[in-house]
């Protein structure tokens, strides 16, 4: 049986696994992303999305409770106008970037890193070997908004849902409403793409059907 391992408190992508059939348990990370950030300097959106994802998996992956598991990490930036945006934790930024985002369209980047944790020479129950994989990929897609008046971002902030989600909305939520088109992999705007799950996977020879639970 083999084990997944989400390195991940979101809600959506543990509810977007579920929904496709992929047994999986979640192990939360302490990384502090400011940190992370500070110390490689990077500010492009694509691989800050590939680094924050990298360094969830690897603090998860060192625990003794993955040991004989897969674990995933993953995170989401959005980019618009050239600026690296996630959680905006207060009203006030969501809703100065909320007026900004109004009628216009940014991308979503999010990034996955796959860290095989299983025994390369086969566990004592007959288990396949691990392969050693630790590698990622990013999923991105562009995201246009519809024109949102003042009083319907003051209501959609006064919910809490944007605060917490990069970028300042979700596609999977109340922020759905605001959404005009999709172009790309539309799990990558909820958090998690599970094409892109199933291509890592195989890199550490899984199908992703041996994820799925038996008939």
């Excluded at 500070?38 to 994802?53: C, I, Q, S």
Aim: hydrophobic content about 45%.
């Amino acid at each position: 049986m083999v084990r997944l391992i989400l390195a991940s408190q979101s809600p959506a992508r543990t509810k977007l696994l579920a929904e496709a059939g992929i047994q999986h348990s979640v192990l939360v990370s302490d990384v502090d992303e400011a940190a992370v950030q500070a110390r490689y300097g990077v500010t492009d959106p694509h691989d800050t999305a590939l680094l924050l994802a990298r360094a969830k998996a690897e603090a998860v992956a060192a625990l003794p409770e993955a040991e004989g598991a897969l674990v995933l990490g993953c995170d989401s930036v959005f980019e618009f106008d050239g600026e690296a945006h996630g959680k905006p934790y207060t009203a006030d930024i969501a809703r100065e970037r909320m007026l900004r985002m109004s009628g216009n369209a940014g991308v979503l980047h999010t990034g996955h890193w796959l860290v095989d944790c299983r025994d390369t020479d086969g566990d004592d129950d007959g288990g396949e070997p691990g392969s050693g994989a630790t590698l990622g990929a990013v999923a991105s897609a562009a995201v246009a908004f519809m024109e949102m008046d003042p009083e319907e971002i003051e209501a959609y902030i006064a919910t809490g849902e944007p605060l917490h989600c990069a970028g300042s909305f979700t596609i999977d939520g109340l922020g759905g409403a605001f959404i005009r088109k999709v172009d790309g992999d539309p799990h990558a705007v909820v958090g998690l793409s599970v094409s892109t799950l199933r291509g890592l996977l195989a890199s550490a020879n899984v199908r992703i059907t041996d994820l799925w639970p038996a008939p």
